[in-house]
């Protein structure tokens, strides 16, 4: 047991996914050629005005009341100054003391990320602003490229209360706002495309003190576990260091994956003064009480809701509810295909087991998934219906993800029909008992239920897989009795 | 044909009738107006670019309209000249800075867009002191504009090029932006009338910021009724301007030409006392202003006293709102996106300081300063923070003496225009703006007339009207009234 205990809090960036920039009609799309949507307004071009992105606020609303934020009745956008190339006017505008959302919190709970039971606890949230982005630098040997498609693009910023105590708590707490962003749509959150971006603010301090210690800011976090790795070596940097007497710098450290160690970028000296003043260009932003509530009714269903309901409502155990609702893509999976069959539990073992397990061995996501929800419902029925046995559905079910075809179709196509009828069995069986005497001696000896299991194999190699296993075993067992 | 004497009494609305009526075409009077700009702009120096063959192609293309019954507007074909911190697209936007020099704008301004839906003809870009921090036009990087009434003198600042391109009879009428005085100030001193509106009433957008919530589009001209039909054109709510306000345009040139004729009964006009005690007001214009107030009162007008007790704080707070926004809008001219970019620059900050320090002029750098330094932290309190406060109740005092009063009267400036150098000591320079200043921190409306001479000399002399936020229907009704009683009818200079 470490001496000291951590202090963290975690500053994030998250793209808002809205049709235009936060401040011209530009797209906000990815992957585009450099400088190609561009437009002169967030290019920062001579008198050129921002117009805000009613879409872009209401998400951010949206989003801060999914962290149940207070949404303050009066906003305002501010100036942030400093010089950067990225930034085209030099200034981002962005908002400084009164932000859409004030005072929210997360939920984290269950296993953290190494293995260890998390605290069941709310991390709290300070505010959530809206702001534009910054355009993306490239470094060259010898020279610099600037790309001004993401410049301008809705950006907030999500600053958490400094309440988490390890690695585990903040890789939990990322893991949740992700899926809260997701599930209202308000981002994709993908972190190698840069919609969601992490900071971290690190102390470390003496077991049970009331004083932080002098924090320590981290930067370039490219994915929840460089997050996690960064804060595990900066605790562990920090112990060191105040162990051996040596002050912690309030300073700005990067962190490097490959080398797995943070290292300074700048210290406290250097700090910007970004001289923020509110933005002449924009109206101050009023909410009345009916903004509010509106704002409330678009709120989808919380993941933590969604795995409450789907053990009482379809009898799934606390772990299928937690999988299908680790993407909210998972979870509208499920929904769709319950609509075509009976035993949701069912559906949510093949969706846990083989599908996402499919999915994951072909790297394709479940929106692009070759088997439609209600094609493996409809799969699932005709396992329900004796139609075709557990052991055909898995061919059945390979067959429908290559190909993207029907069930029914496949089934037919390949003539893959249970056989139910007792006296076709029956003859397997009589064939089976026939060419196997020894077996039969052996079962007459002692009834071991392996020789009746090796009998049901028989059976089912004589029928191509397609005999109903209860009724094979219901004859195998009343043939081999009378013998 | 139109002849040279014909052209210095031409204003919009007559250039207007005589295009109605076929008597002239856009063409000809393009090339009439180019032939005076060639005769007298090598002293009066108003034009920073005019590009001839683009003037005479626009006007080719207006008289074609006309010929089809297709003109846009009863403007249609009529030269305007543009402030050189408007966009026009593809045109040269300097601001009258190094910093953009050769820079062109890739769009139109919302107002330049209106201009040219009316069919007006976009007639070269007038100096104006860089960036629009100046009085005098001394400040622009390129060249001094000489008052066409006195070419020793300045033209005033910043839209001075404005101002002397519409007095020299350049251009029948021009667009300035006023911050703190700048459309007003130079029309009076170059004898002309030149119209703030209320802030939020003409869109922004295009105007490159100098002080965001201070700047505002308006026209020049010879006239009340013709920057009332500029009004028309370029105001109204534009979607590009968040801080444009929704009230419509369209009605203001009707108002003045409802109102010619009529007098002033029943309107009560108050006189601050503060402008009275000012000592810098000198006898000249003391004395204009006094004949001015004969006038109105002769009109019927009822004067009052009022009070606008914040006025010793206006050019403070002025200069530490104005240069906080200015610090932040002119950051953007960096060398990175546009710009003629050092060559010699080494690193990123050797590129910055290259760049601005030798792009921008001595003014500007001060003003940036003086920004920077009134917002940074520990400052910010005292300064920006109580400087908007004490806006706050500058803006208090109009909006109490509209209680009592319908249009505030007040001097335009101080004195005439100056003499070039005059003012070399830049807190001197910002006393220029003592009487414009406040309005644009309370964001209401203003127009500067000419109101007569000043006997010392001979300098035109400008008085102003203040009305209340979109108080612009009266305003200029009460402007049409005086104009059309005051002393001296017509001031054309002799140049």
């Keep these: 047991m470490s001496k000291y205990e951590a202090v963290i809090g975690l500053e994030v960036h998250v793209q808002v996914k809205t049709g235009s920039k936060m401040f011209c009609s530009c797209p906000n799309s990815y992957g585009e050629g450099p400088n190609t949507m561009v437009c002169p307004v967030c290019m920062g071009y001579p008198g050129v005005m921002p117009v805000a992105n009613k879409e872009a606020i209401r998400r951010t609303i949206i989003a801060g009341l999914m ?31 009164l932000p859409f959302c004030l005072k929210g919190k997360i939920h984290i709970s269950g296993k953290g990320f190494s293995g260890n039971e998390l605290p069941n606890k709310d991390i709290g949230i300070t505010r959530i602003h809206l702001e534009e982005d910054v355009a993306k630098s490239t470094h060259f040997p010898g020279a610099s490229g600037i790309d001004f498609n993401r410049a301008g693009v809705p950006l907030m910023e999500i600053v958490s209360e400094p309440e988490m105590k390890s690695a585990d708590e903040a890789y939990a707490y990322l893991t949740s706002l992700k899926q809260i962003m997701q599930y209202a749509g308000i981002s994709d959150c993908d972190m190698e495309k840069g919609q969601m971006r992490c900071d971290v603010n690190i102390s470390i301090m003496p077991c049970g003190a009331d004083t932080f210690g002098t924090k320590v800011e981290l930067k370039n976090l490219n994915s929840f576990r460089a997050v996690h790795r960064s804060i595990e070596y900066e605790i562990s940097r920090q112990e060191d260091a105040v162990e051996n007497g040596i002050k912690i710098c309030q300073e700005t450290r990067g962190w490097n994956d490959d080398q797995g160690e943070t290292y300074l970028m700048r210290s406290k000296e250097n700090a910007h003064d970004y001289r923020y003043f509110p933005e002449p260009d924009l109206m101050p932003i009023e909410f009345t009480n009916e903004d509010i509530e509106k704002f409330g009714k678009e709120i989808p269903e919380l993941p933590e809701a969604k795995r409450e309901r789907f053990v009482a409502k379809f009898g799934l155990t606390p772990y299928d509810a937690h999988v299908l609702t680790l993407e909210k893509s998972y979870a509208d999976y499920f929904e769709e295909g319950i609509k075509h069959t009976n035993t949701p539990k069912l559906l949510a073992n093949w969706i846990i087991s083989e ?49 993207g075809k029907a069930p029914e179709e496949i089934v037919e196509e390949k003539g893959l029909v249970q056989v139910t009828d007792e006296s076709a069995i029956e003859s397997f069986v009589e064939q089976a008992i026939r060419e196997n005497q020894t077996q039969v001696e052996q079962y007459k000896s002692g009834n071991n239920p392996k020789v009746l299991q090796f009998f049901v194999g028989q059976v089912m190699k004589l029928s191509k897989g397609k005999a109903n296993p209860q009724t094979v075993v219901k004859l195998l067992q009343k043939n081999l009795g009378s013998i | 044909m139109i002849t040279p004497d014909a052209l210095k009494k031409l204003d919009l609305a007559s250039a207007s009738e005589l295009l109605e009526k076929r008597e002239i075409s856009s063409v000809g009077l393009c090339e009439a107006y180019l032939a005076r700009t060639n005769e007298v702009d090598g002293n009066v120096k108003a034009f920073l670019n005019i590009d001839r063959e683009n003037i005479l192609s626009q006007a080719a293309e207006s008289d074609k309209r006309r010929l089809e019954g297709k003109e ?34 890739p769009y139109d301004s919302t107002v330049v867009k209106r201009l040219k839906e009316k069919g007006l003809v976009i007639f070269g870009r007038t100096n104006m002191d860089e960036f629009a921090m100046g009085s005098s036009c001394e400040n622009s990087a390129y060249m001094k504009t000489a008052n066409p009434w006195d070419l020793s003198r300045v033209p005033g600042g910043s839209s001075g090029g404005s101002a002397a391109s519409v007095a ?56 009340v009724l013709d920057t009332a039909a500029i009004l028309d054109i370029i105001g109204g709510h534009d979607p590009l301007d968040s801080t444009s306000l929704p009230e419509e345009s369209g009605t203001f040139a009707d108002a003045v030409r ?96 290259k760049m601005r320090g030798h792009g921008f002029g001595k003014e500007v750098k001060r003003r940036i300063i003086l920004g920077t330094y009134v917002l940074s932290s520990g400052y910010y309190d005292a300064y920006y923070l109580r400087g908007q406060k004490v806006r706050t109740l500058i803006r208090n005092d109009f909006m109490n003496a509209f209680q009592k009063c319908d249009i505030i009267f007040a001097p335009a400036t101080p004195s005439a225009a100056f003499k070039f150098g005059e003012k070399s000591d830049p807190l001197q320079m910002y006393l220029a703006d003592i009487f414009t200043i406040a309005v644009n921190l309370a964001g209401t409306c203003a127009i500067s007339l000419p109101a007569g001479i000043d006997k010392a000399t001979s300098m035109p002399v400008g008085m102003q009207f203040i009305a209340p936020p979109l108080g612009e229907h009266k305003m200029l009704s009460v402007s049409k009234i005086f104009e059309e009683n005051r002393g001296i009818k017509a001031f054309i200079p002799s140049l």
Aim: proline content about 6%.
């Design chain 1, 67 to 97: 962290c149940s934020c207070e949404i303050p009745k009066y906003s305002k956008f501010d100036r942030k100054s400093y010089f950067y190339p990225d930034m085209p006017k030099n200034y981002q505008i962005s908002q400084y003391d």
């Design chain 2, 168 to 223: 020299a009879s350049e251009v029948p009428v021009s667009l300035g932006s006023d911050t703190g005085g700048s459309i007003r100030q130079p029309a009076a001193f170059c004898g002309v009338t030149g119209l703030k509106p209320t802030y939020g009433r003409v869109s922004r957008y295009g105007l490159v910021a100098f002080a965001s919530s201070l700047d505002q589009i308006g026209p020049i001209g010879h006239s």
């Design chain 2, 258 to 353: 409802k109102s010619s004729g009529g007098n002033l009964k029943g309107v009560k006009i108050g006189i601050p006392k503060e402008y009275f005690n000012i000592d810098a007001i000198e006898p000249g214009v003391k004395a204009v202003m006094e004949e001015s107030v004969n006038i109105l009162q002769a009109l019927g007008a009822e004067t009052i006293e009022i009070s606008l007790p914040h006025t010793e704080y206006a050019i403070a707070v002025y200069y530490i709102i104005a240069t906080a926004e200015a610090s932040a809008n002119l950051a953007r001219f960096d060398g990175i996106r546009y710009g003629v970019r050092p060559s010699d620059a080494s690193d990123l900050n050797s590129l910055y300081f």
């Design chain 2, 72 to 105: 846009l507007s009863p403007y249609d074909g009529i030269p305007i000249a543009i402030k050189d911190c408007i966009s026009v697209s593809g045109q040269p936007c300097t601001c009258a800075s190094k910093i953009l020099e050769n820079f062109k704008s």
């Design chain 1, 355 to 403: 599908l996402l397990r499919e999915l994951a061995a072909s790297n394709t996501s479940i929106n692009e998934c070759g088997i439609s929800p209600k094609n493996l419902g409809a799969m699932i029925e005709l396992i329900n219906n004796d139609t075709i046995s557990g052991k055909i559905a898995k061919t059945v079910f390979s067959e429908m993800f290559t190909s």
